[in-house]
């Protein structure tokens, strides 16, 4: 899913591109990706984009006379831009033609979960506003007086919408292994320190692929979103050497999802509980690595 860095650089893109332009033509080729009744999606031709911001993972494009449309990517959802010339191609879910170009939607795989809301006025964003501060925004304490405002580990405190705003599983296995922090740890038992290495590493991590995605693109749009990059640290480096200690990564898969860690820089060596193959190898199962590289 595109996160905090990715869609910041998504919105500097079409901002440079379809801020002043009106709306020529809007299609979209599935019934599923609207959400909304009113209003309808007729009543944005020939308006003009007058803003575009981000919301947490969300993508807020206004128009003028109050219209605003709100796209959601969630896991498989990507953005392309074609010049005027360019053919629109089929596998879309959604295009936006403008004098100078056309904005199109696709989502890969089976399960449609992209969605487009349509509303009028900024007050209707407020439903699409989880509450989460903003990672780059808030100071050390409120950093660490969110976090310890509910008890859960802090992996799943990161990536709480409600809690900060725009990061996911990528970026979240970035942070931790940079601020040398067990994903499983409760945010209960964080020392103050570990809150220090970890608010600094959550602002670094992302101004840092924010500004990789930035050059990345250059001038061009951004083509190349993906959660899974080579200059990751750990996020989809499973058994690959971390480039920290050389300790192979380790993951802890759970439904669609898996965490990549260090088990050397952020577990103290200890080998964390995954769900599915440590239940299935019990008691075979290793603890620490020094079990695990001796295998």
């Not at 038992?189 to 970890?198: H, K, V």
């Not at 602002?203 to 990751?232: G, S």
Request: glycine fraction near 6%.
């Amino acid at each position: 899913m595109p996160e905090l860095p990715d869609v910041t650089v998504y919105v500097e893109a079409l901002q440079s591109r379809i801020v002043g332009q009106p709306l020529t033509e809007a299609r979209l080729t599935t019934p599923f990706l609207l959400r909304t009744v009113e209003p309808g999606l007729a009543d944005f031709a020939g308006r003009r984009v007058t803003r575009v911001s981000r919301m947490a993972k969300r993508i807020i494009i206004a128009f003028d006379n109050d219209l605003r449309a709100v796209m959601h990517l969630m896991i498989a959802g990507r953005l392309h831009w074609l010049s005027p010339k360019k053919r629109v191609p089929k596998t879309i879910i959604a295009a936006f033609q403008f004098p100078n170009g056309t904005l199109t939607w696709t989502e890969a795989g089976t399960q449609k979960r992209a969605s487009l809301h349509l509303v009028r006025g900024d007050a209707a964003l407020a439903p699409f506003e989880r509450g989460g501060l903003d990672p780059l925004a808030c100071s050390l304490k409120e950093f660490a007086e969110r976090s310890r405002s509910e008890n859960h580990t802090i992996k799943r405190t990161l990536t709480d919408q409600r809690m900060f705003s725009g990061i996911g599983n990528a970026y979240s296995d970035e942070i931790l292994h940079r601020a040398r922090v067990s994903p499983v740890k409760l945010t209960s038992r964080l020392t103050d320190e570990e809150y220090e290495r970890l608010h600094a590493a959550t602002r670094l991590v992302l101004r840092e692929w924010v500004a990789r995605l930035r050059a990345e693109a250059a001038d061009e749009f951004p083509e190349k979103v993906t959660a899974f990059r080579p200059e990751m640290a750990v996020h989809g480096k499973y058994n690959q050497p971390c480039p920290v200690c050389a300790t192979k990564v380790q993951r802890i898969r759970y439904a669609s999802n898996e965490t990549n860690y260090c088990p050397r820089c952020q577990t103290e060596g200890r080998l964390l509980a995954d769900r599915g193959l440590s239940r299935l190898l019990k008691s075979d199962w290793p603890k620490r690595i020094e079990e695990l590289e001796g295998s």
